[in-house]
């Protein structure tokens, strides 16, 4: 009678022994927006970096809007296109990865228009958030909302650059040509990541910029928020040239290639 007792003893400590397998939760969907006569075609490169870290197809979204509206209209389809993903995916949030003044529309949208709850985090790649230089040289209503000192931007920075209960990030390079100063794009109370020397577009391409990215939406990093006056002085680093010189250099970019400036 002992024998079967012994056993079963045996089986219970192996089996409180073996190690616990659990499944790792799957990664949030990831909506990416575009910038001003921008596309969802731009999105490939960094998309086919995230299939090939374990994101799936229906975890990845990009589409392409009409850039010629308002931020606020944009905001909205980003509020709809949210909904859209989280019905279909049976998610509970998601990520959103922008890139020029697709930043300033999500954050739009985060701000004004999100439920809470609905985005874990939102990233800027290259993205104007206090301004940039060159929208003096386009009309468009969301282009002119891009200019420093604008309405819009004066409301959508106003109290709270960060709102809600999103992680925020930014990636900036100091030779960006599209947003002047670069440092514009820094924000109190997000992570503010300054990259090496790349253009505006190659913010899109490059592998350290996509690294971050990734393990930023993907929480492998607990990053530290940094304090208000450590974004400021980032944001002033590149305005010691004065207003006429970024609108010089603006001015040679846009000649040199007026289609791609965002």
């Known amino acids: 009678m002992t024998r079967p007792f012994a056993v079963l003893a045996l089986a219970a400590l192996a089996s409180r022994a073996a190690p616990e397998t659990r499944t790792p939760p799957a990664p949030d969907p990831i909506l990416f927006v575009h910038g001003w006569q921008g596309s969802a075609a731009q999105w490939r490169p960094l998309m086919a970096r995230f299939r090939s870290d374990g994101w799936g197809d229906r975890q990845l979204f990009a589409w392409t809007f009409d850039d010629r509206e308002s931020n606020a209209a944009i905001a909205a389809r980003i509020s709809a296109r949210v909904d859209q993903i989280l019905a279909a995916t049976g998610a509970s949030r998601v990520d959103v990865v922008t890139h020029s003044m ?3 529309s999500a954050r739009y949208y985060l701000k004004n228009l999100a439920r809470p709850g609905r985005v874990d985090a939102w990233v800027s790649l290259g993205g104007p958030n206090h301004g ?6 386009c009309f468009s209503p969301a282009c002119r909302e891009m200019r420093p000192g604008s309405p819009f931007l004066a409301a959508l920075n106003r109290r709270d650059e960060t ?9 900036w390079s100091p030779c960006d040509e599209a947003v002047q100063p670069a440092a514009s794009a820094a924000l109190d109370g997000a992570e503010n990541h300054q990259t090496r020397c790349l253009s505006h577009l190659q913010l899109l391409t490059d592998s350290a910029v996509y690294r971050g990215v990734r393990d930023f939406v993907s929480g492998r990093v607990l990053l530290v928020r940094k304090s208000r006056a450590s974004a400021e002085r980032q ?10 010189e970024a609108r010089r250099a603006a001015t040679l970019t846009y000649r040199g290639s007026a289609v791609t400036l965002w």
């Not at 709102?163 to 990636?171: D, E, F, L, V």
């Not at 944001?235 to 006429?244: E, S």
């Open 163 to 171: 709102p809600g209960g999103a992680r925020y990030a930014t990636w």
């Open 235 to 244: 944001r002033h680093l590149t305005q010691r040239r004065g207003d006429a």
């Open 102 to 104: 697709g930043s300033l």
């Open 132 to 137: 940039t230089q060159a929208a003096w040289l």
